[in-house]
């Protein structure tokens, strides 16, 4: 059985958005969130500069900032992970405010399951009635919506 890192399933998703954004120019507005360091002497000097930017440990990997078709939603946050990877305090915190201020966040472990949701997201399915989550594509263990409690 072939282990896919968490960058490799968001190498693999950014790569197949590559090709549907040609379809679907929405999609150039996809963008990922640098929110890790780099190892190496050379690399904490990038970070210090980074954080100095505002680099913000835990933030989600992508954003697509844009509402959703049905209007639900004033954005989309995903983060990526591995099939046994967890989500960090901090991962937990930004997504949980960040679905308190109008915005789908997801964990995703497998780059079809991001490119179902993400398709979904930004189409009108036809079916106005049916909330967002409801048409999304159970997934099993590849995909956890983030649901704000209010």
Do not use: W
Not at 53 to 70: M, Q, Y
Not at 95 to 112: F, K, P, Q, S, Y
């Amino acid at each position: 059985m072939f282990f896919m890192s968490e960058h490799d399933v968001q190498a693999e998703f950014f790569r197949r958005i590559r090709i549907l954004e040609q379809e679907e120019p929405i999609l150039l507005l996809l963008h990922a969130i640098p929110n890790q360091g780099l190892g190496g002497k050379s690399g904490m000097r990038h970070t210090s500069k980074l954080i100095a930017e505002g680099l913000r440990k835990g933030f989600p990997d992508i954003c697509l900032p844009v509402p959703s078709a049905d209007k639900t939603f004033c954005a989309l946050y995903i983060e990526f992970k591995a099939d046994k990877g967890r989500l960090s305090p901090e991962q937990f915190m930004y997504l949980n405010m960040l679905t308190e201020h109008g915005a789908m966040c997801a964990v995703i472990r497998d780059a079809d399951i991001g490119i179902e949701l993400v398709m979904e997201y930004i189409k009108d399915t036809g079916e106005p009635d049916l909330p967002l989550f409801d048409r999304i594509p159970p997934s099993g263990k590849k995909m956890e919506l983030i649901v704000c409690n209010n």
